[in-house]
T-cell receptor, first 112, second 112 residues
Framework: DAGVTQSPTHLIKTRGQHVTLRCSPI?????VSWYQQVLGQGPQFIFQ???????GRGNFPDRFSARQFPNYSSELNVNALLLGDSALYLC???????????FGPGTRLTVT | QKEVEQNSGPLSVPEGAIASLNCTYS??????FFWYRQYSGKSPELIMF????GDKEDGRFTAQLNKASQYVSLLIRDSQPSDSATYLC????????????FGKGTRLSVIA
């Protein structure tokens, strides 16, 4: 079975630009979560969605937004990029909000 | 602020030895506990999860949970050089809306 997929793999953007990251969960999984991981740190929670509804939001500014589509795929949007947004963005899927999460390969975002 | 603490390491063990990785957490209401392995430049891979006090074994891996002491550990028996990675401890509260909270990870080095 296919695991979690994310696109793109790598991305280079300039400060002030906007970026959209995409995620497709494992087949049958209805919950998607987004995390940001900077070097030397554990993943930091950004959003969780279940059945197209936001179920949790981490301590990130309003420049970060996300949504989940009827097919359970999801996208993360970041506006007005800052240098500090450079990180590995991880998507994780789970059958529902109570179960273990499986990560995709991540999108490496570099902001210059 | 819910916190998960791990020794950053590096923890060096000889090949064939038992590696012991430890994690403490601050939220006494936490219910679900996960261990992820992350190779350099890759995304986290789920290797164990535990929900009840005691031990849970899966192959060479054993997770141990002591909720009274707010302590969870991972033992890796017969350590191999391929086990060299960063091990992330993650903790989740008892509500479906609570996010996974990660520690910073412990870097394990298995010496051949």
């Amino acid at each position: 079975d296919a695991g979690v997929t994310q696109s793109p793999t790598h991305l280079i953007k300039t400060r002030g630009q906007h970026v959209t990251l995409r995620c497709s969960p494992i087949s049958g999984h209805k919950s998607v979560s987004w995390y940001q991981q900077v070097l030397g740190q554990g993943p930091q929670f950004i959003f969780q969605y279940y059945e197209k509804e936001e179920r949790g939001r981490g301590n990130f500014p309003d420049r970060f937004s996300a949504r989940q589509f009827p097919n359970y795929s999801s996208e993360l949007n970041v506006n007005a990029l800052l240098l500090g947004d450079s990180a590995l963005y991880l998507c994780a899927s789970s059958p529902d909000v109570h179960y273990e999460q499986y990560f995709g390969p991540g999108t490496r975002l570099t902001v210059t | 602020q819910k916190e998960v603490e791990q020794n950053s390491g590096p923890l060096s063990v000889p090949e064939g030895a038992i590696a012991s990785l430890n994690c403490t957490y601050s939220d006494r209401g936490s219910q679900s506990f996960f261990w992820y392995r992350q190779y350099s430049g890759k995304s986290p891979e789920l290797i164990m999860f535990i929900y009840s006090n005691g031990d849970k074994e899966d192959g060479r891996f054993t997770a141990q949970l002591n909720k009274a002491s707010q302590y969870v550990s991972l033992l890796i028996r017969d350590s191999q050089p391929s086990d060299s990675a960063t091990y992330l401890c993650a903790v989740k509260g008892n509500s479906g809306n609570t996010p996974l909270v990660f520690g910073k990870g412990t870097r394990l080095s298995v010496i051949a």
